[in-house]
């Protein structure tokens, strides 16, 4: 198949191929011109190449053998998200569809084409690892047949001393599977491969036949650790196209939320980390701690992860007025256990001699991959939802920004510790000013052919939710991405040169959901 | 160093006593349903249809807690108040069948045989898979050996091979690709086994029952000696499910 060659002149500064909208702003789909496929790819590298990033490649198959894809790009700088659109034809001979790949220029695009790729049979031309991302071939095989799955081939070194470990898919723990295929040379990582797939429930897919409340459901258990944040995504985009105000008050109460979700994953992580280097008294107490902040949760919604909380047009449960005051109480008592205990573990010098230096992931290399939330801030990308495309209570109330020099565990483990600090206070303000206006308001019909994305900082980073109603407002496209999806490559390059037994260490650092990746 | 002491001093002593009365769960904590059969009109199915999962049926009124996730949509839609979530924790059953709550509630669980209590009662090692699972059944397995929990106290321990294991517990849908690695987990446990499964997803398919990419649950085939219901359950919850199992809590009716 032909690939057409990139031309001489420099791509165009400002594409007006794209259409660009806001955080939680419902377009009509007409807006979105339909250009050809080359123009599609410079338009991506052009916007990519001015700060862009790109945030999701959506394919919706048409009638009479064509198939279209939408891009989104999302500018931090401008705090916009770009909409673009191509249509690809089925070749008349190889029956497939092609398209030159973005990858090649654009690394960060590499696993959205392998996506497209094993989900559609999209071809990305050119691109340098085009294995399906979460495909085993068991659907090629009789269902439940229990025959393993056929092996991809993994990347090899090969030469004198090169050997390859295999871990996984089931781990030494309770955690979620994946398989991590090393390429060493004694005990130093030449490659990581890592290979996910294990935890495909095909949400999105269900999801687009569900009802809305199994929906919601289905948004709250993507990446279990993360109910607030995707449910969040959720139901900003069915408010954008159905157009509901969402009151004062249960904007508050998403953002207590969704930082009681942060303050709960990045103290457990910092309790983790302190464990992977064997420093018990801060796995122990940061542990402990961890709990009083899924309790507090449960004390809002029931549930310690916080499931049933947010609904489209607001939230269930709010904090009663009489209760403020002993939650405010509380989360000093938390904080000033939290000081003491992270004064005394980042004091300590054998903590830091494992953290320093280890798994350290360049400042070029995070931007290249599009890397995301605490990952990226500590390779000093400057990059946070909640200040870029702020929507939401983050409109009226700020939480400063935690940036981190190094790249290395370190930096990872000192970036969650400033926000959690920045976390505690954000809650403990909303807590104290929090308004009896109501806390849900009416969610109105979804607007018909439409596209919305929603963008949310998570704990782990940006979670986009990217929407797409046809002419009855039904979704005809709905696509989910966790943080994990951009960062686990992420993980694969903070290994390069690493021994191989800093490999927990190292993942425990960026601790990715599994099943968010695989959905 | 002084900080070390100081740390230590102010973090005091933090693990459960689970022998008393039931742990003070919040007001808003969903467990057991209590169903209030006598309230019901004969025309309304208002439950049953606001369930995003199927788990309601109406006449008798029962609520399959194997299949609810505690999403507390049907309590407000009940007109007459005949759905009430209460603060029991205590959800585990030995059976599917006994996951099915009326309006005389479910059955408790009973110990195992007292063969395998004389092999496990005092000492259960666990191997944990996790076929689909989100995290969040996994987050709360983890917690459950952190220093408020403690659950190596009473011998029972999760560890790194199935070849050290006397048992499985198993969260998730049963992933199509995760189907062959758990069976091959359960081969290689020596007999005889354990399995529990823990949370909707494993039990029932959960949010994503009918995904058709699932087992949606265990499959039949593996035989389940304990159900933990929960989306996912709190660790109270699977706490209470294994010293049954093992015996080392008996009585406490769920009425």
Same mark, same amino acid.
């Given at each position: ?398 939480? %400063? +920004?935690?940036? /981190?020099? =190094? ?7 000192? #970036?969650?510790? *400033? !926000?959690?600090? $920045? ?14 206006? %109501? +806390?849900?308001? /009416?969610? =109105? ?7 919305? #994305?929603?963008? *949310? !900082?998570?704990? $782990? ?59 | ?255």
């Amino acid at each position: 198949m032909d690939v057409p060659a990139p031309p001489d002149t420099a791509p165009q500064t400002s594409s007006p191929s794209i259409t660009w909208t806001r955080n939680g702003v419902a377009v009509p789909s007409q807006s979105i011109a339909s250009i050809d496929a080359f123009a599609f790819w410079q338009a991506c590298l052009a916007a990519c190449g001015q700060g862009a990033r790109v945030v999701s490649l959506v394919a919706s198959p048409e009638l009479d053998d064509a198939i279209s894809i939408l891009g989104v790009l999302v500018d931090d700088l401008q705090g916009r998200i770009g909409l673009l659109r191509t249509r690809l034809m089925r070749d008349p001979d190889s029956r497939a569809f092609a398209y030159r790949s973005l990858t090649p220029e654009l690394p960060q695009a590499q696993a959205f084409e392998r996506c497209l790729l094993e989900d559609y049979g999209i071809q990305p031309i050119g691109h340098p690892w085009p294995k399906p991302l979460r495909r085993h071939d068991t659907l090629e095989k009789p269902m439940g047949s229990g025959a393993p799955a056929r092996p991809h081939p993994f990347f090899e070194v090969r030469g004198a001393g090169v050997h390859e470990v295999a871990v996984g898919p089931v781990h030494a723990g309770i955690i979620e599977p994946g398989h991590f295929r090393f390429q060493c040379e004694g005990e130093t990582v030449l490659h990581l491969e890592i290979q996910l797939g294990y935890q495909t429930r095909g949400a999105e897919a269900l999801f687009l036949r569900s009802p809305d409340s199994r929906r919601l459901l289905i948004s709250e258990s993507v990446a279990g650790d993360t109910s607030i944040g995707h449910a969040t995504a959720y139901c900003m985009n069915e408010e954008a196209l159905g157009g509901s105000e969402v009151p004062l008050a249960a904007l508050a109460l998403r953002g207590v939320a969704l930082e009681l979700e942060r303050l709960a994953n990045h103290t457990g992580d910092l309790g983790a980390l302190c464990g992977d280097v064997g420093y018990l008294p801060g796995a122990s107490y940061f542990g402990r701690l961890r709990g009083e902040f899924l309790n507090l949760t449960m004390e809002l919604s029931g549930s310690r992860v916080g499931r049933g909380m947010v609904i489209p047009g607001g939230v269930r449960f709010g904090v009663p007025l009489d209760q403020r005051a002993a939650w405010i109480a509380r989360l000093t008592r938390v904080q000033r256990d939290l000081e003491d205990t992270a004064n005394m573990a980042f004091a300590s010098s054998a903590l830091a001699a494992r953290f320093e230096e280890t798994g350290r992931v360049s400042h070029t290399v995070a931007e290249e991959l599009g890397l995301v939330g605490p990952v990226a801030r500590a390779s000093e990308c400057d990059r946070d939802v909640r200040r870029d495309h702020p929507r939401g209570i983050y409109r009226f109330a700020h939480v %400063p +920004i935690a940036i /981190a020099p =190094g790249g290395d565990v370190m930096a990872r483990a000192l #970036v969650r510790w *400033v !926000e959690i600090q $920045r976390s505690l206070t954000f809650v403990k303000e909303q807590i104290a000013s929090l308004s009896d206006s %109501p +806390i849900h308001g /009416a969610v =109105g019909a979804r607007t018909r052919e439409a596209v919305c #994305v929603s963008l *949310v !900082e998570g704990w $782990r980073g940006e979670i986009a939710h990217v929407a797409v109603t046809n002419e009855v407002g039904q979704f005809t496209a709905y696509r989910i991405v966790d943080p994990s999806f951009h960062n686990w490559f992420g993980l694969t390059m903070a290994l390069r040169d690493c021994p191989i037994s800093d490999f927990p260490l190292c993942n425990k650092s960026f601790n990715l959901s599994y099943s968010g990746h695989d959905l | 160093m002084p900080n070390l002491w100081l740390t230590r001093l102010r973090q005091g002593h933090r693990t459960v006593d689970i022998s008393g009365a039931m742990p003070s769960l919040p007001e808003r904590f969903r467990g057991r349903p209590n169903l209030d059969e006598s309230k019901c009109s004969t025309d309304c199915d208002a439950c049953a249809d606001v369930c995003p999962v199927n788990a309601i049926s109406h006449a008798p009124l029962r609520i399959d807690t194997g299949a609810c996730v505690f999403c507390p949509l049907c309590e407000p839609h009940c007109p007459t108040g005949a759905i009430t979530f209460t603060r029991d924790h205590r959800l585990a059953a030995r059976s599917r069948a006994d996951l099915v709550h009326d309006s005389q509630g479910g059955r408790i669980v009973s110990a195992l045989d007292d063969t395998m209590r004389r092999l496990f009662g005092r000492s259960l090692k666990l191997r944990q898979v996790s076929a689909g699972g989100c995290g969040g059944c996994e987050a709360e397995l983890n917690a459950l050996s952190n220093v408020v929990f403690d659950l190596s106290r009473f011998g029972i321990d999760f560890v790194a091979s199935p070849r050290h294991a006397d048992g499985v517990v198993i969260t998730g849908p049963v992933t199509d690709n995760m189907e062959f690695a758990l069976r091959e987990t359960y081969a290689a446990i020596p007999p005889p086994k354990i399995v529990i499964a823990v949370g909707s997803c494993a039990i029932s398919g959960g949010p994503y029952s009918g995904g058709g990419r699932s087992r949606d649950g265990v499959p039949g085939d593996i035989p389940v000696d304990l159900y933990v219901p929960g989306c996912p359950p709190h660790p109270f919850t699977v706490l209470d499910g294994l010293l049954r199992l093992l015996g080392r809590i008996e009585g406490g009716s769920r009425s």
